[in-house]
């Protein structure tokens, strides 16, 4: 255990460092991310993202405790000392009519969490997720500004769109048993970072015009809450059904914004010179941004050891968020996601693939995207793997490889929009060990 042991703090450590360098790095390559506070995370670990998403009324999974970020409640049934942490990849395809497609790629660390049993009905968590990421650069073509594009024409104008960074969350909360059948939790999070857009305005084929550029800036600090409650039915001792409700309050936090227009040119060589002048500089430290309130409901089926289903059902009040400096005009989300896991025979001697966590699950989105009068909605099919590595049976730490991959699509190829089609994979390291006990000797 000693080497599993080293291993997951190496790892830790090059998180750590990794993501306080990455704050201002895109990690998402997604045009729609160019809204809000762009592509928002669920802050799920691969344990639920392989059943769908479902977290609302989830516990333990596969007879491991579990950070529930989701709804903190959970907490309440932490027995065990629980450290998760976890990278993923994401591959993403866009496709628009007239324009074939373009592929990326993102590889970031996606997680970073502790639990902590306080008493054999309570325990505390903490930790840093991903928020929200942007990441986007497009170009749209039209002659003399008012359309029919054309790469020759003097006059054609680029309009040039770009944004990069994200919002980050540490997290740090309560969760405890109230009798024998409820539980209530809650997570204050402090959520940071820095978003930034550009919009340029060139004529590129025009040898010395004044292009034009908008810059904003938003540096973003403040802290939100989270709180939930699951209470559990018993049909026997090992066997349950857990209803769960949680919701982010969605609290305005604190902005220091910027909003620049410049104006450049081009060099003969095609360099880009200094900026010539700011026609604009508007500097505002006291903003607001008003993060939405978002709403979880679920339930889940559950025989400890054996196998899990459930569904959860989210809403996202997003009509009430706002920027400052920008108009957003979104709407409220709605999201199912169903899913579940099942293993074989977790007392298994002679077959290890019989210990293992099947997982499957499905996701449905109407997300709070509304472009050119289209609804932007999300649909995928999840699946993957709970892996126990072997452990000395003398030892009190257990260990877990949790593997997951969501293949999906978002957008559509209706009135000029862009079309998502994406492979995410995750992969999380679990360890539950039993910290501070004391010994008896005799």
Do not use: C
């Amino acid at each position: 255990m000693i080497k599993y042991t080293r291993l997951f703090i190496t790892f830790l450590l090059a998180f750590i460092i990794v993501e306080a360098r990455a704050q201002s790095t895109a990690t998402t390559s997604s045009p729609y991310s160019r809204y809000g506070i762009g592509d928002f995370s669920d802050q799920l670990f691969p344990q639920n993202i392989a059943m769908g998403g479902i977290a609302t009324a989830t516990n333990t999974i596969g007879s491991y405790n579990n950070v529930n970020l989701i709804n903190p409640a959970s907490l309440g049934y932490i027995h065990l000392t629980v450290i998760d942490a976890g990278i993923n990849t994401d591959f993403l395809t866009l496709k628009e009519n007239g324009f074939g497609s373009e592929k990326n790629s993102n590889f970031k660390l996606s997680h970073i969490a502790f639990a902590m049993p306080i008493t054999s009905r309570s325990a505390i968590n903490l930790g840093l997720v991903p928020y929200s990421q942007v990441g986007y650069n497009y170009k749209q073509t039209l002659s003399k500004g008012f359309g029919g594009s054309s790469s020759v024409d003097t006059n054609a104008v680029n309009y040039i769109y770009s944004g990069e960074g994200g919002l980050s969350k540490a997290f740090f909360g309560y969760g405890i048993a109230l009798g024998r059948h409820l539980t209530v939790g809650a997570n204050a999070s402090y959520i940071f970072g820095n978003l930034k857009q550009l919009q340029s305005t060139e004529i590129p084929n025009l040898y010395g015009t004044l292009n034009s550029r908008i810059e904003q800036d938003n540096h973003v600090g403040g802290f939100n809450f989270d709180y939930g409650v699951q209470y559990i039915f018993d049909f026997s001792a090992i066997t349950h059904l857990t209803l769960g409700y949680s919701a982010s309050v969605g609290n305005k936090i604190n902005v220091q914004n910027s909003f620049i227009v410049s104006q450049y040119t081009y060099d003969s060589s095609g360099g880009q010179n200094n900026p010539a002048d700011s026609v604009y500089n508007i500097q505002n430290p006291n903003a607001k941004l008003q993060l939405p309130r978002i709403n979880h409901y679920g339930f889940v089926y559950q025989k400890e050891g054996s196998f899990l289903v459930g569904a959860d059902f989210t809403t996202g009040n997003w009509s009430d968020f706002s920027m400052p400096g920008e108009t957003q005009h979104l709407q409220n989300s709605k999201r199912i996601n169903v899913g579940g896991s099942i293993i074989p025979n977790s007392n298994a001697l002679n077959s290890y693939l019989a210990l293992v966590d099947y997982r499957l699950g499905f996701i449905y989105e109407d997300t709070y995207l509304n472009i050119n009068n289209v609804d932007i909605k999300r649909y995928a099919v999840t699946f993957g793997f709970g892996i126990p590595l072997p452990h000395d049976r003398a030892s009190s730490a257990f260990y877990k490889v949790n593997f997951s991959a969501e293949v999906g699509k978002r957008g559509t190829l209706e009135g000029g929009l862009v079309q998502e089609n994406y492979v995410n994979l995750h992969l999380g390291f679990t360890l539950n060990d039993r910290w501070f006990q004391r010994f008896k000797f005799e």
